[in-house]
């Protein structure tokens, strides 16, 4: 939260200067160098250890039922031994993994 303050101000005093990006109004910028900021910036939550809810609210598509059902499976069987695994627990498919690829650590 604090990079991000910092971010605002830095981009404020630029647009404020005068300068020019492109014929792009500076509110388009600001909001595309958040976005690129925000991509650089993913958060992990370990398969493993986390509650169901850091589970729901890291992992794009897992809300807290599907959250509970990871760490009902993790409990039942064991941890995770690879991130593809999670497409045993019910709801969790290809797709869902496709979303969070770089959000899931072991």
Request: net charge neutral; with cysteine.
């Amino acid at each position: 939260m604090k990079l991000f303050s910092i971010l605002c101000i830095l981009l404020s005093s630029i647009t404020c200067s005068g300068l020019s990006f492109a014929d792009s109004p500076p509110n388009e910028v600001t909001k595309n160098e958040v976005t690129q900021k925000e991509q650089q910036q993913i958060i992990q939550v370990n398969i493993n250890t986390a509650t169901a809810e850091e589970l729901a609210k890291v992992l794009t598509g897992i809300g807290i039922s599907k959250a509970k059902k990871i760490v009902e499976y993790r409990e039942k069987f064991g941890s995770f031994v690879s991130i593809e695994q999670l497409k045993e627990v019910s709801g969790i498919g290809q797709a869902t993994l496709d979303k969070n690829v770089g959000k899931i650590a072991l």
